[in-house]
């Protein structure tokens, strides 16, 4: 049997799990490559996923937290929106067959941080899912978070 080493992976695993909410704390920090918030806006920010399902997933997120999509004032859904729109044209720097974009809303609908809604943007390719996360319950990154932050971010800039 072969191993597909992710060391990056055990900074999450044994990291102490933080009671604040992350897509209000990390903005504030001003440290967007460490934080791989690729950009802001008004009223919302696009982060990439630092455990992605695929190279490049992106998260469109409000900065208001609330849990309730209903509660964004009209303003904050159009930007929010509008960040979808602009991670589908960043993200083409990867050249995807497709994205998956979806918003999980509530634990039991699978969103990990139920407190503070999100959209998430997932670049795909034809023949991106193969058998190692069927059989191996493995999944393979191609690329480091920190090439992929540098490769959106550049692409804004165009």
Request: glycine share 6%; net charge negative.
């Amino acid at each position: 049997m072969k191993t597909i080493w992710a060391p990056w992976r055990i900074e999450y695993l044994m990291s102490e799990k933080n009671a604040e909410c992350i897509f209000c704390e990390k903005p504030k920090e001003n440290k967007d490559r460490e934080n791989l918030i690729v950009y802001r806006g008004e009223t919302g920010f696009i982060i990439m996923n630092r455990y992605p399902y695929s190279n490049g997933h992106l998260m469109a997120v409000p900065y208001r937290h609330t849990r309730e999509f209903e509660e964004l004032s009209d303003r904050e859904r159009l930007e929010l929106m509008n960040l979808v729109v602009k991670c589908l044209e960043i993200l083409k720097v990867f050249k995807p067959d497709g994205f998956n974009i979806g918003m999980n809303l509530g634990r039991a609908a699978g969103a990990g941080i139920d407190d503070h809604i999100h959209f998430h943007v997932v670049p795909r390719w034809s023949g991106d899912t193969n058998f190692m996360p069927v059989i191996g319950d493995i999944k393979v990154m191609p690329e480091y978070l920190d090439d992929t932050y540098l490769q959106l971010t550049e692409q804004l800039k165009t």
